[in-house]
C-alpha cells in the first residue's frame, strides 16, 4: 500500500506543478483538477477491492 501511496502521490504533485492558476486559465485548471480526483479515485477503488480480496467470506 505505501508503494501505491508513493506512486499516486508523485502523480499529484507533477499535475499540481504542471497545473496553471485559476486565473490564468480556468478549463485547464478544472480539467488537471478532475485529472486529480480521477487517479486518487482508482487508487481508492484498488485498495478497497484489495482489502476485500483479504477479508475471508
Known amino acids: 500500500m505505501s508503494v501505491e501511496y ?3 502521490k508523485g502523480q499529484v504533485k ?3 506543478a504542471s497545473r496553471p492558476s485559476a486565473e490564468e486559465s480556468p478549463e485547464a485548471h478544472r480539467e488537471a483538477n ?3 480526483a480521477r487517479i486518487i479515485d ?3 477503488l484498488f ?3 484489495e482489502r476485500y ?3 475471508p467470506l
Do not use: G, H, W
Open 14 to 16: 507533477a499535475i499540481e
Open 34 to 36: 478532475e485529472q486529480i
Open 47 to 49: 485498495a478497497a477491492a
Open 53 to 55: 480480496r483479504k477479508v
Open 42 to 44: 482508482r487508487s481508492r
Open 6 to 8: 508513493d506512486r499516486v
